[in-house]
């Protein structure tokens, strides 16, 4: 990969969804952001109004078709859905029931949720108060939140350890993006990953002892994902390639996103079985995929039966500087059939977390800004239950037009 794709791709990853347009192609394809001077401005885009995805609301907006219906699609491939419930156009916002707002930054964008194991704490990455990230916590149901890091770098991709003690995260604090870990009470970090090489985003194993994270391959120039010991980090091991692990809450597997290398290069949602406890490679199974849509962004429930994850329809060229016009979160079981979506408006969804009670929650500029959000899935999980893989029709939640 030559230097300004990485460069390019390790800016992107770290924006958030301010560049969703880059997360939704292969991080091997140079973008707009083609340096790391921009890396910054993307940044100081990022945190002006409207939002970063979004020149301007979709209010008044009647989309490509100029009807003013939910922009649902059918995911193999067919055309949006034009028989979608109606959608006003003088309302910035879906109809989606159950739906909360959990961050309220009206500067900068909160990104990479992840949920406590209790379902009373959100740990997040944002840059609210200044243009470099730094990790935050909040009560779900409160407003105050509290700083975890203060470094001037950037720090992102929290992870929560099983036991709820130990953060994980990716800085780039010592000139490269590493793996750190500390004390979810704040306090110092360890460094874990300190070659030359890009680590980010970080996972635990259901047992605490070890983390599975992506790494820019030096050798490969391609996402590879590794594992490494936490009480011995110099002890690692490649398992393959792709980005955004998250390890099974139970089990010795991994869901990750992996692009084709061919074609339209979109992601798609893997899983690999890990088939010994030093994270060596087995089964690796392709759960969904789409020829108009890159498939991003994979969480396990709390159960570890059912899959979120966020599709980017029709991404723009990553040499463009066009935004996508939505991005919507989804919900399959765990074997990749009965899918059925969890947002179903104009804008852009991505990052989905679950909580222990089956909440989902994820990223939405639906306000103008990128702030943390949740839905219920009780009426999900009933309509994805009659739904198979040998599906073609999306299935439609109930109030989500």
Not at 65 to 92: C, I, R, V, W
Not at 133 to 154: E, F, M, R
């Amino acid at each position: 990969m030559p230097a300004n794709h990485r460069k390019a791709a390790i800016a992107i990853i770290a924006l958030g969804t301010a560049a969703i347009s880059m997360t939704a192609c292969s991080s091997t394809h140079a973008n707009k952001y083609s340096s790391a001077n921009q890396k910054d401005a993307a940044f100081e885009h990022a945190n002006r109004a409207p939002s970063a995805i979004f020149p301007q609301t979709y209010a008044g907006y009647s989309g490509r078709s100029g009807m003013t219906t939910s922009p649902q699609f059918k995911m193999y491939g067919e055309l949006p859905n034009a028989d979608a419930g109606s959608h006003s156009a003088s309302l910035p916002y879906e109809a989606v029931e159950n739906i909360n707002q959990i961050s309220f930054t009206s500067i900068g964008a909160d990104f990479d949720p992840i949920c406590s194991r209790n379902a009373k704490h959100i740990y997040f990455a944002s840059t609210q108060h200044k243009p470099t990230a730094d990790i935050y916590v909040k009560n779900i149901d409160g407003t105050s939140i509290v700083q975890l890091t203060t470094d001037p770098a950037h720090d992102i991709n929290p992870a929560l350890s099983p036991d709820g003690s130990k953060l994980a995260f990716a800085s780039n604090r010592a000139g490269s993006w590493d793996v750190y870990v500390m004390s979810t009470d704040g306090g110092q970090a360890i460094q874990i990953t300190n070659d030359s090489a890009h680590e980010l985003h970080p996972t635990w194993s259901p047992d605490g002892n070890q983390l599975a994270y992506c790494r820019m391959g030096e050798m490969s120039d391609r996402w590879e994902i590794w594992t490494t010991r936490f009480d011995r980090p110099a002890v690692k091991k490649f398992v393959t390639f792709g980005l955004f692990p998250e390890w099974h809450p139970s089990q010795n597997k991994l869901v990750f996103q992996r692009s084709r290398e061919r074609a339209d290069r979109f992601f798609s949602v893997w899983t690999i079985d890990l088939d010994d406890a030093n994270g060596g490679s087995g089964a690796t199974t392709e759960l969904i995929s789409s020829p108009v849509a890159a498939v991003i962004n994979p969480a396990w429930s709390a159960d570890g039966n059912w899959v979120a994850f966020s599709t980017v329809f029709n991404p723009p060229a990553v040499d463009s500087a066009e935004k996508p016009e939505f991005a919507d979160i989804w919900i399959m079981k765990a074997d990749g059939s009965a899918r059925a979506n969890l947002t179903g408006g104009w804008f852009v969804n991505v990052m989905p977390c679950w909580s222990a009670s089956n909440e989902v929650f994820f990223i939405s500029d639906r306000t103008g800004y990128d702030n943390i959000w949740s839905v219920a899935t009780n009426e999900a999980f009933f309509a994805a239950g009659s739904a198979t893989n040998a599906d073609s029709e999306i299935v439609n939640v109930p109030g989500t037009n």
